[in-house]
Each structure stands twice: as C-alpha cells, then as structure tokens.
C-alpha cells in the first residue's frame, strides 16, 4: 500500500487578470517585462525559450521563481517560474542572444488560485553576434554626433558582422 498525498484547495479566483503586458531594455542576454497588476494577491511569470508556454500552473501550490531564466521551477517541459510577487515588472537575464522568449502573467489569490487564461506575450533578445565582449574594443567619435558618427574596432582580426540600431531597434 502506498501513501499518496491530496491537496484539496477551495478556490477563489481573482476577477480581474493582469494585462499591459509590455518590454524594454532588451539586450543580448536579458529583458525587462511589464504588466498592470489585476485584483489577485500577487502574480506569478512563466518564460519559455522558442514557443508559446503551455502548462498552467496547479491551484493551490507557491512555486519557486528565479530570475535567471531556466533556474526557477519548471512546470511541464520548458516552462520556468521567473517571478511570484506583488510586483509590475521584472528583470529576466540569462537569455539567449537572437532567441524569442514567451511569457505567461498569472493573477493569483491569497491560497494560490491562478486565473486562466493567462496575460501572454513575447520579445526576442538582440543578436549581437559577438561571441566574446572582451576580445575587441570600440571608439565612436564625435561624441555626442548628429547625423554621422565613425566606429573603430579593434580586435582579433575575427570576422564579424556589426549591426547598429537606434534606440527602438531599428
């Protein structure tokens, strides 16, 4: 005969889900994301790598969140709790530089009752193609410039291809 433990949770669930969902500061290796909060106790983020995330967390268990991509629980395959508070956004690093990252933003009550569906939304880090950020060393001048500017790089005779972008990705 073996012992199984059943946790029975009598859920009530937050009327209103977080929305909003926005980012910024995105990088090579990191993001910022964002939401307005709903009426629930405090949200918790799951992040997948490469497609949409696609388990739902389980009424009634607090699940360890982590920051650092792939290092807080995972539920189902590839998808990690990032963060679990009363905040609107967060900090997600160890990312992949050129990869598209999937959040899922659930609101949840005081016995941990996640409302379904979820606030969902993507971003994808820069590709920088710079395999290592200490083996050359740029210049720009003038600076501050207004519509011409000069880069010098010097490095390791690498080849490499540099793409620059405005502030907006562009």
Request: proline share 4%.
């Given at each position: 005969?073996?012992?199984?433990?059943?946790?029975?949770?009598?859920?009530?669930?937050?009327?209103?889900?977080?929305?909003?969902?926005?980012?910024?500061?995105?990088?090579?290796?990191?993001?910022?994301?964002?939401?307005?909060?709903?009426?629930?106790?405090?949200?918790?983020?799951?992040?997948?790598?490469?497609?949409?995330?696609?388990?739902?967390?389980?009424?009634?268990?607090?699940?360890?969140?982590?920051?650092?991509?792939?290092?807080?629980?995972?539920?189902?395959?590839?998808?990690?709790?990032?963060?679990?508070?009363?905040?609107?956004?967060?900090?997600?690093?160890?990312?992949?530089?050129?990869?598209?990252?999937?959040?899922?933003?659930?609101?949840?009550?005081?016995?941990?009752?996640?409302?379904?569906?979820?606030?969902?939304?993507s971003a994808s880090t820069i590709?920088?193609?710079?395999?290592?950020i200490d083996r050359f060393q740029?210049?720009?001048?003038?600076?501050?410039?207004?519509?011409?500017?000069?880069?010098?790089?010097?490095?390791?005779?690498?080849?490499?291809?540099?793409?620059?972008?405005?502030?907006?990705?562009?």
């Amino acid at each position: 005969v073996e012992d199984y433990t059943v946790n029975v949770v009598n859920c009530v669930y937050p009327s209103i889900q977080a929305s909003g969902f926005t980012t910024s500061s995105v990088t090579n290796n990191s993001m910022r994301i964002g939401w307005t909060r709903g009426n629930g106790s405090g949200v918790m983020v799951l992040a997948k790598a490469g497609s949409a995330v696609d388990f739902d967390p389980n009424d009634g268990y607090a699940f360890t969140p982590n920051s650092t991509f792939g290092s807080g629980v995972q539920l189902g395959t590839g998808n990690f709790v990032v963060y679990s508070g009363m905040g609107t956004f967060l900090d997600i690093t160890g990312l992949t530089a050129g990869s598209t990252y999937h959040i899922a933003v659930y609101e949840y009550s005081t016995n941990y009752c996640f409302k379904t569906p979820a606030l969902t939304g993507s971003a994808s880090t820069i590709n920088t193609g710079i395999s290592s950020i200490d083996r050359f060393q740029a210049s720009l001048y003038p600076n501050p410039f207004e519509n011409e500017i000069t880069i010098e790089i010097k490095g390791n005779n690498e080849k490499v291809c540099y793409e620059i972008l405005n502030s907006v990705g562009m």
